[in-house]
């Protein structure tokens, strides 16, 4: 498994797509953790299913990094951008390759 991170609309997905040709796409990790909060899912059951689903073949994660910026004033969103960073963490660890992209220019950082 490998991880691509960066801002929204900095160009992930046709950095992912041009770098793991091959490869099967998790797009919108973030998202994903939001809607399995919403439907009272622990970090740790979503840190399982993500690589579980991800377990087998070659599989590509992309997540917006949402830890940078302003610390949002509703309790629900600070929760959520917590869990995604501590979850995309845990990803890193098992990651392969992690890349950062910034600008369509990605960066190998593992």
Do not use: C
Request: no cysteine.
């Amino acid at each position: 498994m490998n991880l691509v991170i960066g801002g929204s609309y900095q160009g992930k997905t046709e950095y992912a797509l041009n770098t793991f040709p091959k490869a099967r796409f998790f797009n919108q990790a973030h998202l994903f953790i939001k809607k399995r909060l919403s439907e009272d899912k622990t970090q740790e059951e979503i840190l399982a299913e993500i690589l579980e689903t991800t377990s087998e073949g070659q599989w590509v994660i992309i997540a917006d990094e949402i830890g940078n910026g302003v610390v949002p004033m509703d309790a629900n969103e600070r929760n959520w951008r917590d869990i995604a960073g501590q979850i995309l963490i845990e990803l890193a660890k098992e990651a392969t390759e992690v890349h950062r992209v910034v600008l369509g220019i990605g960066q190998r950082i593992k």
